[in-house]
């Protein structure tokens, strides 16, 4: 009892030399006591208070040299020495290998061919495959020697690409083994730079097809050159573009991709011939290595990490759920998985994630990875990502999605016939699966990848799971658990003025800690700590808000003090989140939804009371949110204490000391948006048609594992009938002509034309008759002299009904409008006299559609955000909460997308289609048209878009070749790190943009399979 006391007195002695002080941290709900009530009014949830530091102390290291992150986004110029020496070890070491020499031997003529014939293709990067081409030492030797010849020609390679340089060596290589080809080769290398760029690929493809003797040469050679010269031409074009984007060549780093691709090779072939021999790290190159320690510090695995990455259902590909406590590292495992599956293995991966911010955040960590070994990280979250995703040529993607994003990026791919093309599903976070609505989506995602295809494999992890059983069942997968979790996390539970400890062996779950007597006050030197930088953060949010700051962020900012919730508009929230995890702020008050959002660690989490709204807090809950405490790298120790009444107790030792809550399905409690949609999808994409089929894959989901424990009254077979007969009713099902003789479960159904636009614009369907009675009415009558029509008809039904207006503010608005924009209002039946009696409070006898009026209300604030740009001149006009009006902006941008993919569905929508196109880019992005591009690049907001803009970096090629030691020196308040992030992003996305281009001139350029006479003459040759 004592001890646990005096540990903590000794750990605030040592606190006290590098921060504020333990008072700081208790002084929250002061904090909280501070916000508005409007703010607290619109997020009922409780409050969680997140003191912490996440710095080690100075004693140990200085904070700057610190932050494991710091690096994050380097160049790799900076560490080559360590990393290529290892490199070479490594690579050494697999030269030696029996099996190693036997891959290389095994390689047929046919194999170099197809490999440089990939090359050809492709002009940005093209180090994936390069060492199959020499796999036998002489070979290893000879491209050595080539090594030197090219670096005693500079001035030729000066600022070529290194992707290009690389394809030339690796014609050099090919050209010894050749022979005699060679001479011609080196012809070409003394020509000029330019035409060696531009020629090599297209000779070498002729070389080949002359060795290959497979011969599928059909084109005749005067439709080759011409075709040829304008693929020249675009190339030409695009190779300058290539060559801007690119950093000007250096040998080390060529020498490195070299031996990364090499290493990339062996481990495939590791991974194709055993089990048991991994790479240089799992599989992979011994350079993924040294980025994890370059970027993220982690040395070396954690011996769970290590146990559960060589585990034999892991080395056989068996779908896994492993489970740890918080902070335990489970992220890194399946990371290396993924990898493991992209570079190795060579084929897509899918990275669902819970929320946005999470997304972003992720997008933000791994673009480094992607542009340093070679394969796409592409975002698909809120309204990026596309379906189906860019078949990419060589490289593969890594789409990390949120839930949503991820099952119509699997619907897409099932629909293009491509699901086979995506190796691995990672779910984080696997519990979600049984939360409302979100849960359904991520079950239907999951059914439907292991009903479509058996060879991708899915990895799911949490922290909060107990009956996994079920999940194991649904998902055919093995189990992995541990109790391992870095740093110590302590319990602490505050009743009245005392602490106690949480301790399972004590007789009622608890002991006497310490008692409190803090005063609760602000002391005038935490004033001092890091007072510039806090002006700063304060000088930033008036700069990202059109010099307006919330007053109470400007009262407590200087004592290190903040609010986070999502009354705040994304802006100001990744300010304070930055300052928070930067040390310049000390406390965070925030909701709950923090702890499962953005990583923002603690040293101490204090939970206000032991209810999320009006709901006794749940275990799964109380775990995530105390979980964000003693992160590892950043803290020795984490505590929690969550303050309770004494009316709670009883209550609180149960949620202590009882297991985690189990997940339940929830495909069927979310009719609408479960089972229906699930059904109507799986005709639309003919994945199951009949009766018969349906049930089966019913039987298959998490909900048919559980059918036992939730369906009390009905049998599945009841319910999947029901489902069915409901769709026909909606008109989104049809029946195909019954054959008398058929069995009823052989019944086949097709999906109608409304069902299919609903299916692609994943409309909700509670509201997919609605939303076709307002478009065909707007059809009527559509009032064009402003946006206001067409935003309303994309405003989000659901946001509508929970919506309240004040009618005065209502009725300002209407009068404010011009006659046409009045129109509107008249056609959609809402009157200048309903809305005046309504706001000076009379009776209406007229019945008016309710949620027409609130949805035109809503529209209201939209069309106002669309014309000011500016959320607090909107906010104060509406007398709503920024963040509300924030979030209502990105509704509707996704739901003015989801009406678009509708309307393409159905031909008497023609007509939205150009005009919903164009509305939904302004809902997105809702800021002058020239910030678009920048906004673009992941983590990259309005604010920050400005600064951007004005230091002149005007477009996303600008951003992509900028000097993050040059944006730090001229973007105020850009940490070392954020610049590093935000150059990777626009990198990567800039290859993105570029390869897609590439695909498309590709495309242009490819006879199609059935030309005429194609078959023809391959039939003569055989
Ligand atoms: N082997 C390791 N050595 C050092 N640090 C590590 C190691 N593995 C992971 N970490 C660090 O531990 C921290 C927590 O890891 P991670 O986010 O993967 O935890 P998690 O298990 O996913 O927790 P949660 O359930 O809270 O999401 C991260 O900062 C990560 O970089
Ligand atoms: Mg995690």
New binding site residues.
Partial sequence: MDEGGSRIRRRVAVRKRNRPTLESIFAASTAAELQPGDEEEEEEEEEMTAGSRRKKTAEVQPVENNDSEEDMFGYSDSFTDNSFLAQVDDLERYMQRPEHRKHASDLSPQDFCSESNKHNKLSITTIDNFTELKTDEHTNNQSRHEDVCIESEPDLLYDMPSSQVLYFENLQNYSNDLGDQSTKERDWNSSSHKTMNEELPQNSVEQHQQINDSSSKVRTSSEENRRKSLKEHLKSAMTGNAKAQTPIFSKTKQLKETLLSEEINIAKKTIESSSDDLGPFYSLPSKVRDLYVQF?G?E???EW?HTCLTLNSVQERKNLIYS?P???????VAEILMLQELLCRRRDVLMILPYVAIVQEKISGLSSFGIELGFFVEEYAGSKGKFPPIKRREKKSLYIATIEKGHSLVNSLIETGRIGSLGLVVVDELHMIGEGSRGAILEMTLAKVLYTSKTTQIIGMS?TLNNVEDLQEFLQAEYYTSQFR?VELKEYLKINDAIYEVDSKAENGMTFSRLLNYKIAFPREYLKHREEEKHEVIKNLKDVSNGNLCPVLKRTIPFGVAYHHSGLTNDERKLLEEAYSTGVLCLFTCTSTLAAGVNLPARRVILRAPYVAKEFLKRNQYKQMI?RAG???IDSIGESILILQEKDKQQVLELISRPLENCYSHLVQEFTKGIQTLFLSLIGLKIATNLDDIYRFMSGTFFGVQQKILLKEKSLWEITVESLRYLTEKGLLQKDTVDKCKEEFQYSFHITKLGRASFKGTIDLAYCDILYRDLKKGLEGLVLESLLHLIYLTTPYDMASQCNPDWMIYFRQFSQLSPAEQNVAALLGVSENFIGKKASGQAIKKKVDKDTVNRLYLSFVLYALLKETNIWSVSEKFNMPRGYIQSLLTGAATFSSCVLHFCEELEEFWVYKALLGELTKKLTYCVKAELIPLMEVTGVLEGRAKQLYSAGYKSLIHLANADPEVLIRTIDHLSRRQAKQIVSSAKMLLREKAEALQEEVEELLRLPSDFPGIAASSTEKA
Avoid: E, H
Wanted: charged fraction near 20%; glycine fraction near 20%; hydrophobic fraction near 30%.
């Fill in positions: 993220k982690i070396k695995l954690y990490q740890l918080t902070s335990g590292g489970k992220t890194l922290a870095p979980g992160r590892a790298g």
